[in-house]
């Protein structure tokens, strides 16, 4: 009897000391007494080390960037300083290129 508890020992410690990381220290702070608690164990300590957990934090920065990108356009353009456009959309550059334009011809 003495041989089987033996060989359930070593066959337990063998098992945790293959498991990685946290995992590891986790299942050797149990103290699991046969090898099938030992599995048991690390089973159930892995589901709750790998279960995805929520995300609240990213929606609010999700929000925040989109109100962000709304208030991007109440600043005003760079160029002209007026509300409702950005500097690449600026009617101010139309009447640039066509200045440019007739100094070319």
Known sequence: ???KEVLE?????????GLKGSL???VR?????????????????????TDPKPRATTIGWNRASINNH???????????GQAGHIS????????DRRS???IEV
């Open 1 to 3: 009897m003495v041989a």
């Open 9 to 17: 020992y070593m066959a337990t410690l063998v098992f945790v000391q």
């Open 24 to 26: 590891q220290i986790l």
């Open 29 to 49: 702070a149990n103290n699991y007494t046969t090898f099938h608690e030992g599995c048991q164990g690390a089973l159930e300590l892995e589901k709750t080390i």
């Open 70 to 80: 709304k208030n991007r356009f109440s600043t005003g353009c760079f160029k002209c």
């Open 88 to 95: 690449k959309d600026c009617p101010a550059n139309a009447a």
């Open 100 to 102: 440019v334009h007739a």
